[in-house]
């Protein structure tokens, strides 16, 4: 079973950046389309970004199109999301997520193993 750990979440002002980054451990990481999503307050859990196995393809939501970046590390079995120009609707808990296949996918049913999350706050 893998297990995921975010990290790198702060609170930032409007226009700075951030990079989160996510670590797996157990598990077959180098295997495995990896995703982003993020959850604001009082709002349902939406895709932010998703990469394949070996990072070959990438998308986004159309929310963040241009200013955030999915990457991925198998050799340290680690994925980062680099957050660039960021808005104050950014501000969520951003979780990883590892999924069973190699492809991506922007639904959250579809990914089988979830981090505990990592707070981004960004004031106007």
């Known amino acids: 079973q893998v297990q995921l750990v975010e990290s790198g979440g702060g609170l930032v002002q409007a226009g700075d950046s951030l990079r989160l980054s996510c670590t797996a451990s157990?598990?077959?990481?180098?295997?495995?389309?990896m995703g982003w999503f993020r959850q604001a307050p009082g709002k349902e859990r939406e895709f932010v970004s998703g990469i394949s196995w070996r990072g070959g393809t990438t998308r986004y939501a159309d929310s963040v199109k241009g200013r955030f970046t999915i990457s991925r590390d198998n050799a340290k079995n680690t994925v980062y999301l680099q957050m660039n120009s960021l808005k104050p609707e950014d501000t969520a808990v951003y979780y990883c997520a590892s999924r069973r296949a190699t492809t991506t996918s922007d639904s959250a049913n579809e990914y089988a193993y979830w981090g505990q999350g990592t707070r981004v706050t960004v004031s106007s």
């Open positions: 157990r598990g077959t990481f180098s295997s495995y389309a």
